[in-house]
């Protein structure tokens, strides 16, 4: 049982520059199970927090050193206020929901995710995004170093290497959390 009061459910770079490098099946159907996830946890009352990458024109805070954000500075993608940083249309955050700003993988590096979560008084973390070897991977790791109930909801996370996708939900997140899919998720909610 999921207590819908003290879990949030994080929305993790569902962006139209990052959902792009996923095969379009695997887009469709990704896409498909994190808006059944998301309208099921909105008719629940769950909180819920958007998570999302940009980047400031000339991309200021990417490091030389960064070799993963050196590549997105040459496709020049994530800039703030393009239409490939918005979240999917089918994914779009509600007035109320917060969108958190990240400038790193983990979307709590930086950000102010941990201060939101501590004011909402959860315990539990639901976890959906792109791509599971990212964001899904460092913020469950943060999240169990701080003591939370975590829920991977795996057929609303992808990866484009579907082998580390699966080899993450299988062997990897159990050791952490609670790996579900969404209807599972939705059915648990109290």
């Not at 929901?97 to 979560?117: M, N």
Request: proline content about 5%.
């Amino acid at each position: 049982m999921v207590e819908i009061g003290n879990t949030v459910l994080l929305m993790c770079d569902f962006q139209n520059d990052i959902l792009v490098s996923l095969p379009p099946p695997m887009r469709e159907k990704l896409v498909e199970n994190a808006r059944r996830l998301l309208e099921g946890a909105r008719r629940a009352g769950m909180i819920i927090v958007f998570v999302g990458v940009c980047f400031r024109e000339g991309y200021p805070e990417v490091g030389s050193s960064n070799k993963m954000y050196q590549g997105i500075r040459q496709a020049n993608v994530l800039l703030d206020g393009t239409v490939g940083a918005q979240f999917e249309d089918q994914l779009q955050p509600l007035p109320q929901e917060p969108v958190v700003v990240k400038k790193r993988v983990a979307a709590t590096f930086g950000t102010e995710l941990p201060l939101l979560l501590k004011s909402y008084k959860a315990s539990a973390v639901a976890l959906a995004g792109v791509s599971t070897s990212g964001v899904i991977l460092s913020t469950i790791r943060w999240l169990a170093d701080s003591d939370y109930h975590i829920f991977v909801i795996s057929d609303c996370c992808a990866d484009r290497d579907v082998e580390v996708h699966d080899m993450l939900c299988s062997k990897v997140f159990p050791r952490q959390g609670n790996v579900e899919t969404a209807d599972k998720f939705l059915r648990s909610l109290v």
